[in-house]
């Protein structure tokens, strides 16, 4: 099949159907560009929600090792109370 392609145009190209019981059918879709374009952008909008900072720390947390002292005291003081 034949795709004819026109400069300054974005064209896209839909495939619909079954290729195992071969009713597949091609969709066209086709928008003119503008000509004059644009300039290089200063800068990529990101968005403001920081996830990605919230990812990141400068020091590590002792959140974990507190849990694992606790765990630890905890499973000791059962494993002493149950010692008859």
Do not use: C, D, H, I
């Not at 290729?19 to 059918?25: D, E, G, L, N």
């Not at 919230?54 to 849990?67: A, K």
């Amino acid at each position: 099949m034949a795709l004819p392609v026109k400069a300054g145009n974005l064209t896209r190209v839909y495939a619909v159907g079954e290729p195992v019981s071969k009713t597949m059918k091609v969709a066209v879709a086709t928008l003119e560009l503008s000509s004059t374009g644009t300039g290089r952008p200063g800068e990529v909008n990101t968005g403001t929600g920081g996830q990605a900072a919230g990812m990141t720390r400068s020091r590590p947390s002792v959140v974990p090792l507190f849990v694992l002292v606790v765990a630890g005291a905890l499973a000791l003081s059962v494993g002493r109370a149950a010692r008859p």
